[in-house]
């Protein structure tokens, strides 16, 4: 209750009807944060008493109007109230007037004197908060042109003033009088309010140097000025410091309190003239002459001569200020003000100013620009032949270039870029064969800024601004020979290789950073594909004496007449070294400086050798082996400032006594596929694939040692990664095999012979990753060699984590009667991931996945001589289930087990008429139910789309060639809803968690 702030009415006074301190327990929360509000000094409220009577409250009276039939000395009519919210009779708490949550009105009757209740009639119109949108930057006088702090002693109110107040002598400015400010009013605006405003600033106990500031900020985001000379402001001032020109009324622009562009000039009291006119391009000078002081170096200065901030850099000129209090962090900006300011400012000494007022009237930007922008292309291109391609290409755009509706980009944007390519090889002996085409390219882009980048500085007022440029210069140049003739030597060592270089350099520079890059490399490929020669295996024989049956099958026949292959059909041998070296400086400021000499830039190098090898060689027929090899060797020497760039120089090695580096990575890959053709009904097959990745850090991450203790060896910290797959796999055409059986005239083959092929495998793959391992991985380990332990662990040291997945796959098809086909597929995962806890204990996680039944059964029929030319049916029906065992850390706990089941079906139809008119539909229900962690949510989905084509000519008056306007009506439907099933109450409904409805129409033409 308010007992200890507002009196508490008695029973059956009229003020008991006060909805506070009413001596009723309080039931109200109006503001919505859960406390009740009349609970007393700990609400925050502000009080205003309104006496109807009192005149200060009373602005005026409207027209009387009727005469109350109860009482023929009272009348009705209007009055006209305004009660100032700064001056509140009662303050509550700590309040804040721009927090303000909600307002409660209470009317009180005047006292009966112990006659009877009066009875009181009365209307509420037009209650508003009015004022100007503006906010006093405090409710004191500030000392100084910046800042927000007042001092203790008198007041700043902001407010509006208008025509309507006539007792302070108000008029409004040249030409905005109180007449519609509307073009083509007429008769439409007779019932207008007519109601021109101006803000108010009213300051009392102004002293020396202070000012009463009102301030608004841009609510619909940062303001550009940039395209215009002048901002001009009405402005009148009102009380005594006006005509002994104590006072001067000013304007502020900028980022904040602090960093603003500022301008002030006298206001007389009679009139509104001479107008305030703000010189933008003056302000800008002055910018550039307090940043280039900031940007030099130079300690903040100005304030002495022009006033401000102490700690800022000032400039002033002709009642134009511009001061930077932060210029790294918020400058003031005129593309971008973020906040508009205007005031009152004592500028000579003398006894306090009691009260005084400001009106400020019609903020508005002049003499806007027009600038017209230029932008320009250029391109040619010379062909000379199948010798040379020269192409040239300039384009342009200065900074006042834009599209309609857009600001200028205020940079002169320039890009040039040539190329040409010239095959070298045509000044060559045409008997040589070779093709060498070298390709040489330049492209400069340059910026000629008008503004420093993300302000409003000119950069002509920015001596030694840096200039963004940037130049990308390369070459490339390839050797290789087209001609396959020559002996046999030139056609085993000259035919197959290739070479290629290139280089490139390139520069970027902005206005704070300076880089360069300088790249080169070279690659040498050796790649041989001889001819197939085999050697027959002599099994003729062997194949001749076995039964008739198994004499003429497909994989006798194989044998017989099969040969071995010694040579491999694909040999590949490349190597490539390549340098990278690059360098990037960083700037405080945009201009150069003396200090820049001493700036050490970052610098960049990479240095590499990556050779690699492959292999492909197909033995016999059914067999294929192929293999890859690749290894990274690092050239960057890397001192021994650190003990892990010691070890890399420890780790290097020398290749023909010249030095090949420290080995950075590592690749091998291997494959195994065996697939012979027993007979034209069955095609086992037998695959068996092999990767592994050594990954050594160089430059981070601290040096392994080997047997983990201190007697141990360090090495180069790695990582290894290894997986191996093997899949058995078998492929069936029981058409085939059934008419072998039965002979091609059979009933049987008739019926069975619908089988489509059919397709079964199961794979196995396992896979492990070895981090900052301390062994050396051998052969057996590279190539994925033994069971699942080898992929755990490699002597003492266990992997961080390892998995093994079995997947067992089957597809398959029917034909059926009608026009019927079915396909059918079958797939199950077992997954189990072993991930490294403590010391040699794993934690298993085991998933399962089921993908069946999953069937799609299709028909389609084209018809002749009606207006339908195809129909096509379509059924999918799909049921999948997942589940995932997780164990705790708890040996004891029960693991943690999530799943899911869905089923849908999803039926479509497609009709095709003659005339082109394409008509689509479909269906698509979901069902499902997801376990996870405990909670069970059910899934209930219906969709269905609906789509119809078809094109027409238009006429030819639309089109000359009567062109085809093809149109696209569709709509959807789609309905997901999820619930929560509460398994402790069996009777209590699923609980809907999520509900998505969407209807869609949607209709595209196209011409």
């Known amino acids: 209750?308010?007992?200890?702030?507002?009196?508490?009415?008695?029973?059956?006074?009229?003020?008991?009807?006060?909805?506070?301190?009413?001596?009723?327990?309080?039931?109200?929360?109006?503001?919505?944060?859960?406390?009740?509000?009349?609970?007393?000094?700990?609400?925050?409220?502000?009080?205003?008493?309104?006496?109807?009577?009192?005149?200060?409250?009373?602005?005026?009276?409207?027209?009387?109007?009727?005469?109350?039939?109860?009482?023929?000395?009272?009348?009705?009519?209007?009055?006209?109230?305004?009660?100032?919210?700064?001056?509140?009779?009662?303050?509550?708490?700590?309040?804040?007037?721009?927090?303000?949550?909600?307002?409660?009105?209470?009317?009180?009757?005047?006292?009966?004197?112990?006659?009877?209740?009066?009875?009181?009639?009365?209307?509420?119109?037009?209650?508003?908060?009015?004022?100007?949108?503006?906010?006093?930057?405090?409710?004191?006088?500030?000392?100084?042109?910046?800042?927000?702090?007042?001092?203790?002693?008198?007041?700043?109110?902001?407010?509006?003033?208008?025509?309507?107040?006539?007792?302070?002598?108000?008029?409004?400015?040249?030409?905005?009088?109180?007449?519609?400010?509307?073009?083509?009013?007429?008769?439409?605006?007779?019932?207008?309010?007519?109601?021109?405003?101006?803000?108010?600033?009213?300051?009392?106990?102004?002293?020396?140097?202070?000012?009463?500031?009102?301030?608004?900020?841009?609510?619909?985001?940062?303001?550009?000025?940039?395209?215009?000379?002048?901002?001009?402001?009405?402005?009148?001032?009102?009380?005594?410091?006006?005509?002994?020109?104590?006072?001067?009324?000013?304007?502020?622009?900028?980022?904040?309190?602090?960093?603003?562009?500022?301008?002030?000039?006298?206001?007389?009291?009679?009139?509104?003239?001479?107008?305030?006119?703000?010189?933008?391009?003056?302000?800008?000078?002055?910018?550039?002459?307090?940043?280039?002081?900031?940007?030099?170096?130079?300690?903040?200065?100005?304030?002495?001569?022009?006033?401000?901030?102490?700690?800022?850099?000032?400039?002033?000129?002709?009642?134009?200020?511009?001061?930077?209090?932060?210029?790294?962090?918020?400058?003031?900006?005129?593309?971008?003000?973020?906040?508009?300011?205007?005031?009152?400012?004592?500028?000579?000494?003398?006894?306090?100013?009691?009260?005084?007022?400001?009106?400020?009237?019609?903020?508005?930007?002049?003499?806007?620009?027009?600038?017209?922008?230029?932008?320009?292309?250029?391109?040619?291109?010379?062909?000379?032949?199948?010798v040379a391609d020269i192409a040239l290409s300039f384009v342009s755009q200065d900074g006042q270039f834009r599209q309609v509706g857009q600001d200028p980009s205020y940079r002169a944007t320039s890009t040039f870029v040539g190329s040409t390519t010239l095959q070298l090889g045509r000044f060559l002996s045409p008997s040589l064969g070779l093709i060498a085409p070298l390709t040489v390219s330049y492209t400069r882009a340059s910026v000629r800024p008008e503004l420093l980048t993300g302000s409003d500085l000119p950069a002509e007022a920015l001596p030694g601004l840096r200039r963004p440029l940037s130049t990308v210069t390369s070459m490339a140049l390839t050797l290789r020979r087209t001609k396959r003739d020559g002996s046999g030597l030139v056609q085993a060592l000259v035919n197959p290789l290739s070479w290629t270089g290139s280089m490139s350099s390139s520069s970027s520079n902005t206005e704070y950073s300076e880089a360069s890059n300088n790249n080169w490399s070279t690659a040498a490929v050796y790649q041989l594909s001889p001819r197939r020669r085999t050697i027959p295996l002599g099994l003729g024989g062997l194949v001749g004496g076995l039964p008739s049956w198994l004499r003429e099958s497909e994989g006798a026949q194989g044998l017989a007449s099969g040969g071995l292959t010694l040579l491999p059909t694909t040999l590949r041998f490349a190597s490539t070294l390549s340098r990278q070296a690059g360098e990037f400086t960083s700037f405080a400021a945009p201009i150069r400086r003396l200090e820049d000499t001493a700036v050490t830039p970052l610098t960049t190098l990479q240095h590499l050798w990556r050779s690699d090898a492959g292999l492909t060689w197909q033995p016999l027929g059914m067999l294929t082996i192929t293999s890859g090899w690749s290894s990274t060797r690092d050239l960057r020497v890397y001192g021994d400032s650190t003990p892990l760039a010691r070890l890399a120089g420890e780790e290097?090695?020398?290749?023909?006594?010249?030095?090949?580096?420290?080995?950075?990575?590592?690749?091998?890959?291997?494959?195994?596929?065996?697939?012979?053709?027993?007979?034209?009904?069955?095609?086992?097959?037998?695959?068996?694939?092999?990767?592994?990745?050594?990954?050594?850090?160089?430059?981070?991450?601290?040096?392994?040692?080997?047997?983990?203790?201190?007697?141990?060896?360090?090495?180069?910290?790695?990582?290894?990664?290894?997986?191996?797959?093997?899949?058995?796999?078998?492929?069936?055409?029981?058409?085939?095999?059934?008419?072998?059986?039965?002979?091609?005239?059979?009933?049987?083959?008739?019926?069975?012979?619908?089988?489509?092929?059919?397709?079964?495998?199961?794979?196995?793959?396992?896979?492990?990753?070895?981090?900052?391992?301390?062994?050396?991985?051998?052969?057996?380990?590279?190539?994925?060699?033994?069971?699942?332990?080898?992929?755990?662990?490699?002597?003492?040291?266990?992997?961080?984590?390892?998995?093994?997945?079995?997947?067992?796959?089957?597809?398959?098809?029917?034909?059926?009667?009608?026009?019927?086909?079915?396909?059918?597929?079958?797939?199950?995962?077992?997954?189990d991931r072993f991930q490294r806890s403590t010391g040699d204990r794993f934690i298993l996680i085991e998933n399962t996945q089921r993908d069946w039944p999953n069937a799609t059964v299709r028909w389609s029929r084209s018809l002749r001589n009606t207006p339908i030319q195809l129909i096509s049916f379509s059924g999918t029906i799909r049921e999948r289930e997942s589940r995932n065992v997780v164990p705790s850390p708890d040996a004891a706990a029960t693991p943690a087990i999530n799943s899911s089941e869905t089923r849908s079906i999803s039926p479509d139809i497609q009709l095709i008429f003659t005339n082109g008119l394409v008509l689509f539909g479909t269906l698509n229900q979901d069902r499902g139910t997801a376990l996870n962690n405990g909670n069970t949510i059910e899934r209930e989905g219906d969709s269905w789309t609906a789509r119809a084509d078809w094109q027409v000519r238009l006429p030819q008056r639309f089109s000359a060639t009567r062109r085809p306007l093809r149109t696209s009506l569709s709509a959807q439907s789609i309905k997901q809803e999820d619930c929560l099933v509460n398994r402790a109450v069996e009777a209590q409904p699923c609980e809907i968690i999520s509900s998505i409805i969407r209807r869609e129409v949607i209709i595209e033409p196209d011409v």
Not at 27 to 52: H, K, Q, W
């Open 1 to 386: 209750m308010l007992s200890n702030a507002v009196a508490i009415f008695p029973w059956g006074d009229l003020g008991g009807r006060c909805g506070a301190g009413n001596g009723v327990l309080d039931t109200e929360d109006l503001d919505g944060d859960l406390l009740l509000n009349s609970r007393g000094p700990n609400e925050d409220a502000f009080r205003y008493i309104v006496d109807l009577t009192d005149p200060r409250f009373r602005v005026r009276t409207g027209v009387i109007g009727a005469r109350d039939p109860q009482d023929s000395t009272r009348f009705a009519g209007w009055t006209l109230y305004r009660v100032p919210l700064r001056e509140p009779d009662l303050l509550i708490g700590q309040p804040n007037i721009r927090l303000a949550k909600h307002l409660r009105f209470t009317m009180l009757t005047p006292p009966d004197n112990g006659e009877a209740d009066p009875v009181v009639r009365f209307a509420l119109a037009r209650m508003r908060l009015v004022g100007a949108p503006w906010l006093a930057r405090a409710e004191q006088p500030i000392l100084g042109i910046s800042g927000s702090l007042g001092e203790p002693h008198g007041r700043v109110a902001v407010s509006s003033i208008s025509t309507e107040n006539i007792e302070l002598g108000y008029t409004s400015p040249p030409g905005l009088g109180s007449s519609v400010n509307q073009v083509g009013g007429g008769l439409a605006t007779a019932g207008l309010q007519i109601n021109e405003k101006s803000l108010r600033i009213v300051v009392q106990d102004l002293r020396d140097q202070e000012r009463a500031e009102a301030f608004t900020r841009f609510v619909s985001g940062s303001q550009n000025l940039l395209a215009y000379r002048e901002l001009r402001v009405w402005a009148r001032g009102r009380g005594p410091g006006w005509d002994s020109r104590e006072l001067r009324a000013y304007v502020k622009v900028g980022a904040d309190d602090r960093n603003v562009y500022y301008f002030e000039a006298p206001a007389n009291t009679a009139l509104w003239e001479p107008e305030m006119v703000v010189n933008i391009d003056l302000w800008r000078a002055l910018r550039a002459r307090a940043e280039t002081a900031f940007l030099q170096g130079q300690p903040p200065s100005g304030a002495a001569e022009c006033g401000g901030d102490p700690e800022a850099w000032v400039a002033c000129e002709d009642g134009h200020l511009v001061q930077l209090r932060d210029p790294a962090i918020n400058p003031p900006n005129l593309a971008a003000v973020q906040e508009l300011a205007a005031g009152i400012r004592r500028v000579v000494d003398g006894a306090p100013i009691a009260e005084t007022e400001l009106w400020i009237d019609d903020i508005r930007l002049d003499s806007p620009l027009a600038e017209v922008g230029v932008a320009t292309a250029l391109s040619g291109r010379l062909q000379a032949g199948d």
């Open 652 to 831: 290097r090695r020398q290749f023909l006594g010249i030095d090949a580096g420290v080995e950075r990575d590592r690749n091998i890959n291997t494959a195994v596929t065996l697939s012979p053709r027993l007979t034209a009904w069955l095609r086992p097959r037998l695959s068996s694939t092999s990767s592994f990745v050594l990954s050594r850090n160089l430059t981070t991450r601290n040096p392994v040692q080997v047997d983990g203790d201190t007697a141990g060896a360090f090495i180069l910290p790695q990582t290894l990664n290894n997986s191996r797959t093997t899949e058995i796999a078998g492929t069936l055409d029981p058409a085939i095999l059934i008419r072998r059986v039965f002979g091609e005239e059979s009933g049987v083959t008739t019926y069975l012979q619908r089988f489509r092929v059919f397709d079964v495998s199961r794979r196995l793959t396992r896979q492990s990753t070895f981090d900052l391992a301390a062994f050396d991985p051998g052969a057996g380990f590279q190539l994925g060699l033994g069971g699942l332990n080898s992929f755990l662990q490699q002597g003492n040291t266990f992997a961080v984590g390892a998995v093994e997945t079995r997947t067992t796959n089957a597809t398959g098809g029917f034909d059926l009667p009608l026009g019927l086909t079915a396909t059918t597929t079958f797939t199950r995962t077992e997954s």
